[in-house]
């Protein structure tokens, strides 16, 4: 069987909403499909994606790259280069890969293939990485997904209020919705040995360096006042992204400097969770994140906002904190009930560590696969002009 896997990615070279795709092409190719994987075309890099692309390539997948900036006037002459290499490869299952649930709807670079996938009406699988209440959208950008959302097969989130948000945006219920989890990066599952209570109080911030999403400024904001300083912590910030700079600011201007690190990207996340105690992830939107499932399966507390699929996983109280908003007062908040519980980290860890064991998908490029190969045709007509 020939199996497309199309991803909409477009705001870093690679991010954990890649995982899951190219775990389920490599499953594919493994089994003996013919696999493709249509994604934009970003300078060429070391690093994680470059990797991965070499891991695909070398498993046989063929890679149709497209502009990262859009050909108007050659799109006006003809149908795109990398979409006559779609519909020459011809598919006999799709999976659209969505950073957010409207990426395909709303960018007009993506529509040949919308159009293309929706006319032709080749079985499809719509996983969607992300969405938020803020969603504003356009008129035909929701008439789009809608028409998406009415064609697939299976429409997989990675978390159930992501299908909630989905629909109230959308204005229509979700059909053939399901939850979807993501892979983890780790190899050993097992958790890790308390990394013991002398000395400071030791939180890791594992996440890019966003702050419209993963809200590090609203951590480093809550740990100024005098009751924190007074107290002995440490804070390192693991990963790379477009704030790094200004987070550095930040901790400088409210004194903090000599308690944050910024530790960059970690390649393995158990060396991590060796030396800290609890996560820290104080994000304004989410799915699902994998920085929250890994630690909790390494046997570490989460401090995290209730958004996306956090509140599935996080218990306040039990195996980590929930701050009832994500702003400034609510990460105060459970930063609060976090310190008061020290003497319980430990304990909450383990029952973390339960917990995501029992929700975790050992294999999901696996079910993904089987999703997609279980796809029948859409009788509906998801056709858009």
Not at 40 to 64: K, N, Q, T
Not at 142 to 168: G, L, P, S, T, W
């Amino acid at each position: 069987m020939k199996v497309l896997f199309f991803s909409t990615m477009k705001g870093s070279p690679w991010g954990g909403s890649e995982e899951l795709w190219h775990a389920a092409a490599m499953e594919a190719a493994r089994d003996a499909h013919t696999v493709a994987a249509c994604i934009f075309d970003w300078p060429e890099s070391s690093g994680l994606r470059a990797a991965r692309l070499r891991e695909l390539e070398r498993a046989g997948v063929r890679i149709i790259r497209r502009p990262l900036k859009r050909r108007r006037l050659l799109e006006k002459l003809a149908a795109p280069a990398w979409m006559r290499e779609v519909t020459a490869f011809s598919p006999d299952r799709v999976c659209l890969s969505q950073g957010g649930a409207y990426e395909a709807a709303g960018r007009r670079s993506v529509h040949p293939f919308v159009r293309w996938v929706l006319s032709s009406r080749v079985p499809l699988v719509n996983v969607v990485q992300y969405n938020d209440d803020d969603d504003d959208l356009r008129r035909g950008t929701r008439r789009i997904a809608r028409a998406i959302n009415a064609h697939a097969h299976v429409n997989a989130f990675v978390a159930r209020r992501n299908i909630e948000q989905a629909a109230r945006a959308l204005r229509h219920d979700i059909p053939r919705s399901c939850v979807l989890r993501n892979p983890v990066n780790l190899r050993d599952l097992s958790p890790l040995p308390w990394p013991g209570d002398d000395g400071p109080a030791r939180l890791a911030v594992v996440a890019r360096l966003q702050a419209s999403t993963k809200g590090q400024d609203l951590l480093l904001e809550s740990l100024c006042g005098a009751a924190w300083k007074a107290r002995d912590w440490r804070v390192s910030l693991f990963g790379q992204g477009p704030d790094e700079e200004l987070f550095r600011a930040l901790a400088r201007q409210l004194g903090l400097g000599e308690r944050v690190t910024f530790a960059g990207h970690a390649a393995d996340v158990r060396e991590i969770w060796r030396t800290h105690h609890a996560l820290a992830l104080p994000s304004r939107a989410e799915g699902t994140p994998l920085a929250m499932v890994e630690a909790m399966l390494l046997a570490r507390p989460c401090l995290v906002t209730d958004v996306g699929g956090c509140a599935d996983w996080v218990e306040h109280g039990v195996n980590g904190w929930l701050a009832p908003r994500a702003d400034l007062g609510g990460v105060m908040l459970a930063l609060e009930q976090m310190w008061a519980d020290r003497p319980r980290w430990r304990e909450m860890g383990l029952a973390a560590a339960e917990r995501a064991s029992s929700m975790h998908d050992p294999n999901p490029g696996r079910t993904l696969l089987q999703m997609l190969l279980g796809a029948e045709r859409s009788s509906e007509s998801g056709a858009v002009s």
